[in-house]
């Protein structure tokens, strides 16, 4: 789905297409420098001890870890053509089972909706991806729908 | 009756806030003492016409309207009393659009257009030249501004004389009601919002100020 | 890690969340675009001079850390807790070695499908307090035993 501006000009074929985006080995240090990085303080994405006493058996990554995969450069170029600044507008995670390490992550993009709006930085137009992430077992991990902003570098 | 005449809820692309849970957080609001009698939702490039908040609004004893909130050449506007007719005149979802045919649109069909947010760096009204001697209201206190945007918005709306009404632009459950518009008349639905701005008896408040005992 | 233990039934429509105060510095953003390599080069993110010529005043957090600080406001809420769904609305850049505000709100409460859930309101304010970042956050709270 997409608003009728005419000027969104992009590759259209892309919507709701299937993009395999690769896959990721989690390392036990990947987890803990992510932790670490942003702050967490509860054991159990640091601390072996506690993650072995855990239900898990092990350590297991903060619930946003998948984020730390979130490239835009891993995602086919959609051709928009408009705005010379493009910045992380917003992005919903559901994390629906634990990320432990030496998991096998295997994520899959598609491209959801392209529109156009205004506000304090000029025309913005908005592009938004959904991205499932699984696991070696085929189970999923995650839900992610990330939202990119294009815009003029210098608002007006 | 205290009405906040400026919201979105999860319909808006930007909004995490779905209107039963806005229906909720007024009780909430209530039990602490504030008086707020409803809101209106005013989604961003669209109407929703096929949403019906009546049952909601009866259980939760809270007046729940919709409008619209539109992307203009002249910055954002405000619309109540969306028909099927404006809708047919006017493209909701085109951000280049003209916001003074808008607000003669909106005259034409029986609905209202104002400028929301009308100090807002970027996107208020304050910031284009035009006449605006068609306009009927503007909204003077917003509960989303950022410093300095307040005083901008009152400045221009002084200027030209227009009422001010008040709503809180919320995003998030917990903003709905941070401000509001105070109404002389009593208010059921959208064709008496539209009669009651088109009146101007009304004024904006902030939450605080309507708090009981 | 606050070690308070909550319980659904202690909890209400209302209840806050921290507030908690963050600074984030040059070091952790760079650990964290690091994290699933040694080396990146330098980006918006790291690089003065690589932010102000993309037009940005400064190097910003990357909205993905953005997303995981905002998170560790609940994760760190108590070990009772478990965050479910976090989705956020990146409203401005937020920059390194300044501080933040992280606060949420206790908004709604009910049993989903046999899980007792909380939904929160949650936001990242600068020293201005401009609201950054702004979300809801779906959290699967424990209930007390017996």
Same mark, same amino acid.
């Given at each position: 789905?997409t608003?009728?501006?005419?000027?969104?000009?992009?590759?259209?074929?892309?919507?709701?297409?299937?993009?395999?985006?690769?896959?990721v080995q989690?390392?036990?240090?990947?987890?803990?420098?992510f932790?670490?990085?942003?702050?967490?303080?509860?054991?159990?994405?640091?601390?072996?001890?506690?993650?072995k006493?855990?239900? #898990?058996?092990s350590?297991?990554?903060?619930?946003?870890?998948?984020?730390?995969?979130?490239?835009?450069?891993t995602?086919?170029?959609i051709?928009?053509?408009?705005?010379?600044?493009?910045?992380?507008?917003g992005?919903?995670?559901?994390?629906?089972?634990?990320?432990?390490?030496?998991?096998?992550? #295997?994520?899959? $993009?598609?491209?959801?909706?392209?529109?156009?709006?205004?506000?304090?930085?000029?025309?913005?137009?908005?592009t938004v991806?959904? $991205?499932?992430?699984?696991?070696q077992?085929?189970?999923?991990?995650?839900?992610v729908?990330?939202s990119?902003?294009?815009?003029?570098?210098?608002p007006r | 009756?205290?009405?906040d005449?400026?919201?979105?809820?999860?319909?808006?692309?930007?909004?995490?806030a779905?209107?039963?849970?806005?229906?909720k957080? +007024?009780?909430?609001?209530r039990?602490?003492?504030?008086?707020?009698?409803?809101?209106?939702?005013?989604?961003?490039r669209?109407?929703?016409?096929?949403?019906?908040y009546?049952a909601?609004?009866?259980?939760?004893?809270?007046?729940?309207l919709?409008?619209?909130?539109?992307?203009?050449?002249?910055?954002?506007?405000l619309v109540?009393g969306?028909?099927?007719?404006?809708?047919?005149?006017?493209?909701?979802?085109?951000?280049?659009?003209?916001?003074?045919?808008?607000?003669?649109?909106?005259?034409?069909?029986?609905? +209202?257009?104002?400028?929301?947010?009308?100090?807002?760096?970027?996107?208020?009204?304050?910031?284009?030249?035009?006449?605006?001697s068609v306009?009927?209201?503007?909204e003077r @206190? !917003?509960?989303? !501004?950022?410093?300095g945007e307040?005083?901008?918005?009152?400045?221009?709306?002084?200027?030209?004389?227009?009422?001010?009404?008040?709503?809180?632009?919320?995003?998030?459950?917990?903003?709905?009601?941070?401000c509001?518009?105070? @109404?002389?008349g009593?208010?059921?639905?959208e064709?008496?919002?539209?009669?009651?701005?088109?009146g101007?008896?009304?004024?904006?408040?902030?939450?605080?100020?309507?708090?009981q005992? | 890690?606050?070690?308070?233990?909550?319980?659904?039934?202690?909890?209400?429509l209302?209840?806050?969340?921290?507030?908690?105060?963050r600074?984030?510095?040059?070091?952790q953003?760079?650990?964290?675009?690091?994290?699933?390599?040694?080396e990146?080069g330098?980006?918006?993110? *790291?690089?003065?001079?690589?932010?102000?010529?993309?037009g940005?005043?400064?190097?910003?957090?990357?909205?993905?850390?953005?997303?995981?600080i905002?998170?560790?406001?609940?994760t760190?809420?108590?070990? *009772?807790?478990?965050?479910?769904?976090?989705?956020?609305?990146?409203?401005?850049?937020?920059?390194?070695?300044?501080?933040? *505000?992280?606060?949420?709100?206790?908004?709604?409460k009910?049993?989903v499908?046999g899980?007792?859930?909380?939904?929160?309101d949650?936001?990242?304010?600068n020293?201005?307090?401009t609201?950054?970042?702004?979300?809801?956050?779906?959290?699967?709270?424990?209930?007390?035993?017996?």
């Amino acid at each position: 789905m997409t608003n009728e501006d005419p000027d969104l000009k992009f590759d259209r074929s892309l919507l709701g297409a299937e993009q395999d985006m690769g896959s990721v080995q989690v390392t036990r240090e990947m987890i803990v420098r992510f932790a670490r990085s942003t702050g967490e303080t509860n054991p159990i994405y640091f601390d072996d001890e506690a993650g072995k006493k855990s239900e #898990h058996g092990s350590i297991i990554a903060p619930p946003t870890f998948c984020n730390s995969f979130v490239n835009g450069g891993t995602r086919p170029d959609i051709g928009l053509e408009f705005g010379d600044l493009s910045l992380f507008a917003g992005q919903s995670i559901e994390s629906l089972a634990p990320v432990k390490p030496n998991d096998s992550l #295997h994520a899959s $993009t598609k491209l959801k909706e392209v529109y156009a709006k205004t506000g304090r930085s000029g025309k913005m137009v908005f592009t938004v991806w959904q $991205t499932s992430f699984k696991n070696q077992d085929g189970g999923t991990v995650a839900l992610v729908e990330e939202s990119f902003v294009s815009r003029k570098r210098t608002p007006r | 009756m205290y009405l906040d005449l400026h919201s979105h809820s999860v319909s808006s692309d930007d909004s995490r806030a779905t209107v039963e849970q806005y229906a909720k957080w +007024v009780g909430v609001l209530r039990g602490k003492g504030f008086q707020i009698d409803g809101f209106v939702l005013t989604e961003h490039r669209k109407f929703d016409f096929d949403q019906d908040y009546s049952a909601l609004s009866a259980d939760s004893n809270v007046l729940i309207l919709k409008g619209s909130e539109l992307d203009t050449n002249f910055g954002h506007f405000l619309v109540y009393g969306v028909t099927e007719k404006l809708t047919d005149r006017v493209n909701f979802s085109d951000v280049h659009m003209d916001g003074l045919e808008l607000v003669a649109a909106a005259a034409d069909t029986g609905a +209202v257009a104002i400028p929301a947010h009308p100090g807002r760096f970027g996107i208020g009204l304050c910031e284009f030249e035009g006449d605006y001697s068609v306009l009927h209201a503007g909204e003077r @206190f !917003n509960g989303s !501004n950022r410093p300095g945007e307040q005083e901008r918005a009152e400045e221009f709306l002084s200027g030209l004389n227009l009422a001010g009404t008040g709503g809180s632009d919320a995003h998030l459950v917990s903003a709905i009601g941070k401000c509001m518009t105070r @109404f002389e008349g009593s208010i059921s639905d959208e064709t008496e919002l539209v009669r009651e701005i088109k009146g101007g008896a009304f004024s904006p408040v902030w939450l605080d100020d309507t708090q009981q005992g | 890690m606050n070690d308070t233990e909550l319980y659904y039934e202690d909890l209400d429509l209302g209840d806050e969340i921290g507030p908690v105060g963050r600074v984030v510095t040059d070091e952790q953003v760079i650990e964290f675009v690091t994290v699933s390599r040694d080396e990146v080069g330098p980006s918006r993110f *790291t690089s003065a001079e690589v932010a102000k010529s993309e037009g940005l005043p400064n190097p910003i957090v990357p909205g993905a850390m953005n997303i995981a600080i905002m998170s560790q406001l609940i994760t760190g809420w108590s070990p *009772t807790v478990t965050l479910r769904k976090l989705d956020c609305v990146f409203r401005g850049l937020v920059p390194h070695n300044k501080p933040l *505000t992280l606060k949420g709100l206790v908004t709604d409460k009910d049993i989903v499908d046999g899980s007792p859930r909380l939904e929160c309101d949650v936001t990242m304010e600068n020293e201005e307090g401009t609201p950054l970042v702004i979300g809801k956050a779906t959290v699967i709270v424990r209930m007390r035993e017996g």
